[in-house]
């Protein structure tokens, strides 16, 4: 997960306001904030060093209005954080700072995964590199740093080939600022333009939030330098005919009022929800969404089936994500913290209820027990994506392979295991059709076990904290 944004604007405007770049970082960090909540960073340079202010926590409760004062500058970039390799702690937040002799500083935020960074990191350290976190964007960090080449746009080009995975990378020196995607662009990442500045982030929803207009995506495999002269690309690396866009980002990462790709991420689930009516109907008075991320594809459910839409569940908005604290034992705990049934609706009625996806499956099970103490007669389980049997080593915390309950058991025993009276999940075709693209677009790992670049399966994000 993880969201990352930048901006270079040009001189005028930080003469005017020398805390507009960071101050629009913050508001894009905030956008971005249901792709990580562990930690959030700004780094800002004013052509001559870098500043940077990251804590953990929330972006809201990290940055302050003096921060911005003493972030100043005229370009930026900002991180907010989950963690998928390396543990939660201050060490890891983003951006990290590398210094080489030569060249000065360069800050740098990542979104997704590198799998190749221990034998980088084992290679690096025979040569005499120290790394001080357990996080592999420092691996990506001082691979850059000590690459061959006169410019960073000779290290990049010459370092980021030995990457292996998710990557999209946004990158600040005082000279410039780039962006990056990983040959595949398995994470997303769009360009933007706002009063002359020049802006990426990895969602649309950023953008529309600081009132930048949408430019294009970041292709996949196109590094991009932006300065004064604007974006220049000064690599290519896509893989030749295969894209890889990560298809959870669809199902539940993205926020619902991006667009991934050119494709509304809304229509899209709404397209999953009518679809998954189709294959798997139900007899029933209501259909319900487990909200926000299954909101829309409960829509489309409802519309396709013509059982009425309603709330049955309210969410309580001040809690974050059931992921944000890494631990079983709190997510279990989360479920009854995080929704309140409506008895009024869902007494002596059949309900449909719609989520986005169950992975270790200590989600549905309290939420249908919820259903049935507030009266529900019948509860039909209906998820917006097949079952997810496999890790994902591509930037999505999702448990080891062990912990997800379609990796253990049947469709049936799982629908036993959460006590629904029917389970029914979307077809991986299905899935596909909701975005209005091809399966060769996507990366559906998670759901297929056909990896797009070779992993080693025991892979975990403490990955690097077992280095001795
Ligand atoms: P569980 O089956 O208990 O592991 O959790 C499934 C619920 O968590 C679903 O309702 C999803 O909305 C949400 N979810 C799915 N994938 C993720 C993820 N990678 N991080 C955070 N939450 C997720």
Redesign the pocket.
């Known amino acids: ?1 993880c969201g990352v944004c930048g901006i270079w604007s040009p001189p005028a405007r930080a003469a005017e306001d020398p805390t507009e770049a960071a101050r629009l970082m913050f508001f894009s960090l905030y956008a971005l904030q249901h792709r990580g909540q562990e930690s959030a960073g700004i780094a800002a340079t004013d052509g001559r060093d870098l500043r940077v202010v990251r804590r953990m926590g929330l972006v809201g409760q990290v940055f302050s209005e003096p921060d911005l004062g003493v972030l100043g500058g005229r370009a930026a970039m900002g991180h907010t954080r989950y963690s998928t390799t390396g543990s939660s702690k201050i060490q890891n937040a983003q951006p990290l700072v590398v210094r080489d002799d030569r060249l000065g500083e360069l800050a740098i935020g990542h979104n997704g995964n590198c799998i190749n960074a221990r034998e980088i990191r084992d290679e690096l350290g025979a040569q005499g590199a120290r790394f001080v976190t357990s996080s592999d964007t420092e691996v990506v960090a001082q691979a850059i740093a000590s690459a061959p080449g006169a410019s960073w746009d000779d290290r990049l080009r010459h370092a980021l080939p030995t990457l292996a995975g998710a990557w999209s990378l946004v990158i600040l020196t005082p000279a410039a600022l780039y962006a990056v995607r990983d040959p595949l662009g398995v994470r997303p990442l769009s360009l933007g333009r706002r009063d002359g500045a020049w802006l990426v982030a990895s969602e649309t929803c950023a953008l529309d939030t600081i009132g930048a207009e949408f430019v294009r995506d970041v292709e996949p495999g196109e590094v991009l330098r932006i300065d004064d002269r604007g974006p220049e690309r000064v690599a290519d690396l896509a893989a030749q005919g295969r894209r890889g866009l990560c298809i959870f980002e669809h199902v ?2 993205a926020s619902a009022s991006s667009r991934l790709g050119g494709v509304s991420v809304y229509a899209t689930r709404e397209r999953m929800g009518e679809i998954l009516a189709e294959e798997h109907p139900a007899q029933a008075d209501a259909v319900i969404p ?1 909200p926000d ?2 909101i829309p594809a409960a829509v489309g459910y409802a519309r396709r089936s013509g059982i009425p839409f309603h709330e049955g569940l309210i969410k309580n908005r001040y809690i974050g ?3 944000i604290q890494p631990s079983d034992e709190l ?1 279990r705990h989360n479920v009854a913290l995080k929704y309140n049934a409506l008895g009024d609706v869902l007494e002596g009625r059949r309900v449909v209820v719609v ?10 099970g309290p939420i249908v027990d919820l259903l049935r103490r507030h009266g529900a007669r019948e509860v039909h389980m209906r998820i917006c994506s097949p079952p997810i049997r496999h890790a994902c080593y591509f930037g ?3 448990a080891r392979r062990g912990e997800l ?1 379609a990796a253990r058991l049947s469709v049936e025993e799982i629908r036993r295991h959460i006590g629904a009276d029917t389970l029914g999940y979307l077809s991986l075709e299905g899935m596909v059709r909701a975005t209005g693209g091809t399966a060769d677009e996507y990366c559906s790992a998670c759901f297929t076990g056909e990896y797009l670049v070779p992993v080693q399966l025991e892979l975990d994000k403490s990955v690097l904290e077992k280095v001795p």
């Open positions: 997960m539940y990462l487990v991320s299954a994500r059931t992921f997510r989520d986005d996806s169950i992975v270790r499956g200590n989600t549905s999505v915390d999702m309950i």
